[in-house]
């Protein structure tokens, strides 16, 4: 098992540009996070899937962001027309679901925006 | 989620224990208590959890109030691998449940050698 990954792990972009960042996460988890972490702050959360369904999208940013799970495995994240302050650290947990789950972070991805 | 509150930072020297309190008044009967904790330019990383006995492993130990409004993460013996950012969380009793977590600001913790 090598843990959640992400990819890329460092993302510099042009404002306007849209970005895909991409998880897999471990391989028997059926639930899957997408956080949102800036300088000095805690992560925050964004949305997340069971298997391949979307169960929570409102706590994503703006109609920008989207984020899909085809196949219940990997999740991409998608963020179009980027800006200046979209630019943060965006991090991907998996979990199993049941009774005082944990989740499992990756290493993160690190965009800046230009 | 509930609210946690934690010191914003806290000072340890080297191979002495460390604890970190948590204080979590408004926690309900079915929120577990959970710690996290991030390393620089890391992912948080899971430290342990528990609900309402006092729980060890090989990372650390959670002692948890018997009225449940506060615990302690106790790290017995720290390292400098230990300096971190430590996340004090409730969860419900599905885990992450539809709102994933609700991460503070943590404790940051620095080890003097």
């Known amino acids: 098992d090598t843990g959640v990954s992400q990819n890329p792990r460092h993302k510099i972009t042009k404002r306007g540009q849209n970005v895909t960042f991409r998880c897999d996460p471990i391989s028997e988890h059926n639930r899957l996070y997408w956080y949102r972490q800036t300088l000095g702050q805690g992560p925050e959360f964004l949305t997340y899937?069971?298997?391949?369904?979307?169960?929570?999208k409102s706590r994503l940013l703006s109609d920008r962001f989207s984020a899909e799970r085809p196949k219940g495995s990997f999740s991409t994240l998608e963020i179009q027309r980027t800006e200046q302050g979209d630019s943060a650290m965006y991090l991907c947990a998996s979990s199993l679901l049941g009774v005082g789950e944990t989740q499992y972070f990756g290493p993160g991805t690190r965009l800046l925006v230009l | 989620d509930a609210k946690t509150t934690q010191p914003n930072s806290m000072e340890s020297n080297e191979e002495e224990p460390v604890h970190l309190p948590c204080n979590h008044s408004?926690?309900?009967?079915?929120?577990?208590i959970h710690w996290y904790r991030q390393l620089p330019s890391q992912g948080p990383e899971y430290v342990i959890h528990?609900?309402?006995s006092n729980v060890n492993n090989r990372m650390a130990s959670l002692a948890i109030a018997e009225d449940r409004k506060s615990s302690t993460l106790i790290l017995h013996r720290a390292t400098l691998r230990d300096a971190a950012v430590y996340y004090c969380i409730l969860t419900d009793f599905s885990g992450g449940g539809a709102d994933g977590l609700t991460f503070g600001k943590g404790t940051h913790l620095i080890i003097q050698p």
């Open positions: 899937f069971q298997n391949e369904a979307q169960l929570e």
């Open positions: 408004t926690i309900s009967g079915t929120d577990y």
């Open positions: 528990g609900l309402t």
